[in-house]
Nanobody, 115 residues
Framework: VQVVESGGGMVQAGGSLRLSCAVS????????WAWYRQTPGGERTLVAR????????FYIDSVKGRFSITKDNAKNTIFLQMNNLQPEDTAIYYC?????????WGKGIMVNVSS
C-alpha cells in the first residue's frame, strides 16, 4: 500500500489549499479515512474523518466550518479542502485510515500559513 499526499505549500492567513491523498494497493471506498496533522515537536493528531458506510464527516472544533473532507472512490483519492487558513494550521498533514494503520503513513505534506 502506498499513500502519497500532495497539494500543500505556503499561503497567507485567510487563504485556501486543497490537499490530495492518492492511495494505491487497496480500495478506499469501504474504509474510513482521515486527515491528521503534526506540528514540530507535537503529536500527530486527527483533523477530519470521513466514515465509509454513510459518508459521515467529523472535524475537530478548530477547523469546523473551514475544512472539508471528501473522497473520489473512482480515483482512490481523499481530499481536504482548507479555507480561511490560519497560522495555527501550520503543520505536516498526513492521511491514513481511522484508526490509523502504522503501515499506511506516507511522507505527509507541509502546510505553512503566514500571518
Amino acid at each position: 500500500v502506498q499513500v502519497v499526499e500532495s497539494g500543500g505549500g505556503m499561503v497567507q492567513a485567510g487563504g485556501s489549499l486543497r490537499l490530495s491523498c492518492a492511495v494505491s494497493g487497496l480500495t478506499i471506498w469501504y474504509l474510513t479515512w482521515a486527515w491528521y496533522r503534526q506540528t514540530p515537536g507535537g503529536e500527530r493528531t486527527l483533523v477530519a474523518r470521513l466514515r465509509w458506510m454513510d459518508n459521515t464527516e467529523f472535524y475537530i472544533d478548530s477547523v469546523k466550518g473551514r475544512f472539508s473532507i471528501t473522497k473520489d472512490n473512482a480515483k482512490n483519492t481523499i481530499f481536504l479542502q482548507m479555507n480561511n487558513l490560519q497560522p495555527e494550521d501550520t503543520a505536516i498533514y498526513y492521511c491514513n485510515e481511522d484508526p490509523p494503520d502504522a503501515d499506511f503513513w506516507g511522507k505527509g505534506i507541509m502546510v505553512n500559513v503566514s500571518s
